[in-house]
């Protein structure tokens, strides 16, 4: 059987980074279910449907195809056959993902690849429902959180060093917003699995977290 690493959390928390290196530490692959939910959202926003627009939504659910592949080390995410990645980081698809998540169509078609692929393979997998609905009998369960504060100032810097102008509050009131709407939601919201983990990584490096992590994975193999 497969070992499976489930990690939830809200944005900004820095799942992604951190289970990039947990994956390269383990020689795991890195599946990040995020990137796969903002293909649908980039489909749904090229295609002009509005995110309350439910019935078109699930009707064009049937025509959408993701897949994702490992190039040295990065996942690549394919929208009906075009790679992706360039196009799904904006803040419009982040902000149109979290509002077409909440739809169930949506959803079941991304669970089910996300459990064929957990099924088969060595993985650490982040997102929001991981641990919760889509892994619940992942081995490794982790929720990893950090303050409002914590999140909006890495994402001030991350976008500043893009040279992108923006406001430290605003970050801050969007990400509360994402918070509440990815916790809320009726479909599998945001929260810890009873069985998982709690890291907050407030006042942790990067290299503690993931320290931290494996250390976890290795008394779970013991
Ligand atoms: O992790 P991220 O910021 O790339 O995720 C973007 C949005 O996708 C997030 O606001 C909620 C949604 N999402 C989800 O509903 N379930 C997941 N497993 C992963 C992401």
């Given at each position: 059987m497969a070992f499976n690493i489930a990690i939830d959390g809200p944005a900004g928390a820095g799942k992604s980074t951190i289970a990039k290196r947990v994956a390269k530490e383990l020689s795991y692959i890195y599946v990040d279910t995020g990137a796969m939910y903002?293909?649908?959202?980039?489909?749904?926003?090229?295609a002009g449907i509005?995110?309350?627009?439910?019935?078109?939504?699930?009707?064009?659910?049937?025509?959408?195809?993701?897949?994702?592949?490992?190039?040295?080390?990065?996942?690549?995410?394919?929208?009906?056959?075009?790679?992706?990645?360039?196009?799904i980081r904006t803040e419009?698809?982040?902000?149109?993902?979290s509002a077409v998540s909440v739809y169930a169509p949506v959803r079941e078609k991304l669970t089910q690849l996300q459990r064929e692929m957990a099924q088969t393979t060595?993985?650490?997998?982040?997102?929001?429902?991981?641990?919760?609905?889509?892994?619940?009998?992942?081995?490794?369960?982790?929720?990893l959180t950090a303050s409002v504060e914590t999140r909006g100032k890495r994402r001030f810097l991350e976008l500043q060093e893009k040279g992108a102008e923006c406001s430290l509050e605003e970050i801050c009131e969007d990400i509360e917003k994402r918070d509440y709407r990815d916790m809320?939601?009726?479909?599998?919201?945001?929260?810890?699995?009873?069985?998982?983990?709690?890291?907050?990584?407030s006042e942790m490096s990067i290299e503690e977290v993931v320290a931290k992590i494996l250390e976890i994975v290795r008394d779970t193999k013991i």
């Open positions: 903002r293909a649908m959202a980039l489909y749904f926003l090229r509005a995110a309350d627009d439910e019935a078109a939504i699930t009707e064009s659910c049937e025509q959408i195809t993701v897949n994702l592949s490992n190039e040295h080390g990065e996942q690549q995410v394919f929208l009906n056959g075009e790679n992706v990645n360039g196009f419009e698809v982040g902000k149109m993902t060595d993985l650490i997998m982040d997102g929001r429902d991981i641990g919760t609905c889509v892994l619940p009998d992942a081995q490794v369960k982790i929720y809320t939601r009726e479909i599998s919201p945001l929260k810890q699995a009873e069985d998982a983990i709690l890291v907050d990584s």
